[in-house]
């Protein structure tokens, strides 16, 4: 699934969302974009920035509707979220819980990507 891009007071933001095996769970993730590779330019349409190592996580079980979504900080360093990011985030995440719950009562987990 392609990454979602948002620029915000000058600074790119990127989620991604993926299957996290090990976990269960959809894995909705937060970082800061970096710009994608000068030679992709030339290309029409290509993305201007990727997602960079991500920094805030959400773990949405798809299993077990008993097991509660998570949010996860990877962060060696400190990073400022601005509200509308972290808002823009948790809508993400909301819709998520949303499609999993749904896919689970339906008995279709697999419907959720």
Excluded at 72 to 83: A, F, Q, S, T
Excluded at 96 to 103: F, H, K, P
């Amino acid at each position: 699934m392609p990454a979602e891009l948002r620029e915000h007071a000058g600074r790119h933001y990127a989620i991604q969302f993926h299957y996290a095996l090990p976990d269960d769970s959809w894995a909705v993730e937060l970082s800061k974009a970096v710009p994608a590779p000068a030679a992709w330019a030339e290309t029409p349409n290509a993305a201007t920035h990727l997602p960079g190592p991500p920094f805030l996580v959400a773990l949405i079980p798809d299993e077990d509707p008993d097991l509660e979504p998570t949010v996860r900080l990877y962060n060696p360093d400190e990073h400022v979220i601005p509200y509308k990011i972290m808002q823009w985030f948790m809508e993400q995440v909301a819709d998520q819980v949303e499609r999993c719950l749904i896919a689970f009562e339906e008995g279709e987990p697999e419907a959720v990507e």
